[in-house]
């Protein structure tokens, strides 16, 4: 798997990612955490926006970029050859696709309905890809 550091930007109700234990701190291990509306998290209920940019300075926050699990796990079934990743939404039929424009950016992706492009550009992580399919009403 493959992880970057977010930047401050990134960051909304909803977000996910990975933070550092800080239980102990020789023996640390990544932890799952999703942002809630008042900005705490599952690891840490008094966690505020004060402690982020010290936690990104410092690459204690970290995120997975987005894979095959990722769209899966977002009711996108894959094509046979696993190029192609569709989703049904009532009568429609949508198709994501890894599409490469632009040589060495990463997570290029084309999302089309019945033929026509909805969207063409990067979904770094699940977390954008979540919000994107909410922008474009193609619910979960």
């Known amino acids: ?34 942002f809630k509306d008042d900005f705490s998290n599952e690891l840490s209920e008094d966690y505020c926006f004060e402690y982020l940019r010290t936690d990104l300075k410092e690459e204690n926050i970290r995120v ?18 696993g190029e192609c990743y569709n989703k049904t939404n009532a009568f429609d039929i949508y198709g994501l696709y890894p599409w490469e424009w632009d040589k060495g950016i990463q ?17 770094k992580n699940k977390s954008e890809l979540k919000v994107l399919l909410k922008q474009l009403n193609i619910d979960e």
Not at 6 to 13: A, E, G, L, S
Not at 64 to 75: A, P, Q, T
Not at 108 to 119: A, E, S, V
């Open 64 to 81: 997975k970029y987005l894979d095959r699990d990722d769209i899966e796990s977002c009711s996108f079934n894959t094509e046979d050859n």
């Open 107 to 123: 997570n290029q992706y084309k999302i089309i309905l019945n033929g026509d492009t909805l969207f063409l550009g990067i979904i």
């Open 1 to 34: 798997m493959k992880y970057y550091t977010p930047t401050i930007d990134d960051f909304h109700v909803g977000f996910e990612c990975e933070m550092k234990n800080s239980s102990d701190p020789i023996y640390f291990d990544w932890e799952h955490c999703t």
